[in-house]
Structure formats: C-alpha cells, structure tokens
C-alpha cells in the first residue's frame, strides 16, 4: 500500500520545551501501523536521547501560571 506523505505544519530546527530545556526536531515521521505523524527529535542536554511523540501533542498548547504557552516554542533553524 502505497500513501502519499502528508504535509505538516512544523519546520526543523530547535524548540525550546514549556520547562526550560531545548530540543532539535530532526523530522516528522510516519507511525507504519497507525499513520499517525511522530516528531522525532532529539535533546540539546545531557545523553542527547532521541525521542518521537505524535505531532498533534508536540503542537499543543499548556496552561502555566494562567497563561496559555505551546508546549514547544521554535526557537531557530540552528543551534
């Protein structure tokens, strides 16, 4: 089965997460069972762990303090 790549609305580059540490995100990939699109990105501190989690939750919004904030902030296309 053959399907066309979905587009998304989020680019590469680093994002700074709603508590403070930075992330790169490499790419948005696509789940082989469910279809449902992953972020893949990687950590900006200790061990660098790489980490994937569905793109509607990377885009979301969290309420801190009162305010509303994306859980990621895109920061820059570089480090």
Same mark, same amino acid.
């Given at each position: 089965? !053959?399907?066309?790549?979905?587009?998304?609305?989020?680019?590469?580059?680093?994002?700074?997460?709603?508590?403070?540490?930075?992330?790169?995100?490499?790419?948005?990939?696509?789940? #082989?069972?469910?279809?449902?699109?992953?972020?893949?990105?990687?950590?900006?501190?200790?061990? &660098?762990?790489?980490?994937?989690?569905?793109? #509607?939750? &990377?885009?979301? !919004?969290?309420?801190?303090?009162?305010? !509303?904030?994306?859980? &990621?902030?895109?920061?820059?296309?570089?480090?």
């Amino acid at each position: 089965m !053959t399907t066309a790549i979905k587009p998304h609305p989020l680019k590469s580059g680093i994002y700074q997460h709603y508590k403070g540490p930075k992330y790169k995100v490499e790419y948005v990939a696509t789940h #082989s069972e469910t279809e449902e699109q992953l972020v893949i990105y990687q950590a900006l501190y200790g061990e &660098f762990s790489m980490w994937a989690r569905p793109l #509607s939750m &990377f885009l979301e !919004t969290v309420e801190i303090d009162g305010k !509303t904030v994306p859980r &990621f902030a895109y920061l820059s296309d570089t480090e």
